[in-house]
Antibody, heavy 117, light 108 residues
Framework: QLQLQESGSGLVKPSQTLSLTCAVS??????????WSWIRQPPGQGLEWIGY???????YYNPSVKSRVTMSVDKSKNQFSLKLSSVTAADTAVYYC?????????WGQGTLVTVSS | AIQLTQSPSSLSASVGDRVTITCRAS??????LAWYQQRPGKAPKLLIY???NLESGVPSRFSGSGSGTDFTLTISSLQPEDFATYYC??????????FGGGTKVEIK
């Protein structure tokens, strides 16, 4: 059974870079023609898709964050990562990773990232 | 970008009730729509993909229908574990993928 688990910094200072990793277990990140996505949810609000990365490294980013986002994949570790630069309080959210095939499934449990000095 | 409008934004219902949630797309998206359930403090869970296909392991009381711009999620007989927030998501255009605003289903 495929499982995803987010990890990374839970507290980031304004203007710094948020860094998260999603570890994939129970299957290979390179198989099945899937892509891998990041999604975030500010406290009490709805879902915002950040973008996806394919195991080849090709990416698509939501224009809302495109200038600040970098995604990467490490096939040797079966994981993919998110970096979001120049963060502000508006980037405070629960960040989820998920397998992407048009729809998103499964999802990781999510990790709360707070931007505060 | 395609906009998704869910209605209602919230509803109150009783156990055993039939519940219908609507998602309207700002332009036609064929059947490229998914539905998710999110319980408090938990990650979203896929219920329906391609507008009407039930994800493996999801109870059959959940069903989806529609194509083009108008879609519905129906819960045929609401159970206690179904009180949650439901989101639709379109994937006809990946640029960018987006979600509806959510429908919170509460206990009456």
């Amino acid at each position: 059974q495929l499982q995803l688990q987010e990890s990374g910094s839970g507290l980031v200072k304004p203007s710094q870079t948020l860094s998260l990793t999603c570890a994939v277990s129970g299957g290979s990140i390179s198989s099945g023609g899937y892509s891998w996505s990041w999604i975030r949810q500010p406290p009490g609000q709805g879902l915002e898709w950040i973008g996806y990365i394919y195991h080849s490294g090709s990416t698509y980013y939501n224009p809302s964050v495109k200038s600040r986002v970098t995604m990467s994949v490490d096939k040797s570790k079966n994981q993919f990562s998110l970096k979001l630069s120049s963060v502000t309080a508006a980037d405070t959210a629960v960040y989820y990773c998920a397998r992407f095939f048009g729809w998103l499934s499964p999802w990781g449990q999510g990790t709360l990232v707070t931007v505060s000095s | 970008a395609i906009q998704l409008t869910q209605s209602p934004s919230s509803l109150s219902a009783s156990v055993g009730d039939r519940v219908t949630i609507t998602c309207r797309a700002s332009q036609g998206i064929s059947s490229a729509l998914a539905w998710y359930q999110q319980r408090p403090g938990k990650a979203p869970k896929l219920l329906i993909y391609d507008a009407s296909n039930l994800e493996s392991g999801v109870p059959s009381r959940f069903s989806g229908s529609g194509s083009g711009t108008d879609f519905t999620l129906t819960i045929s007989s609401l159970q206690p574990e179904d009180f949650a927030t439901y989101y639709c998501q379109q994937f006809d255009s990946y640029l960018p993928l987006n979600f509806g605003g959510g429908t919170k289903v509460e206990i009456k």
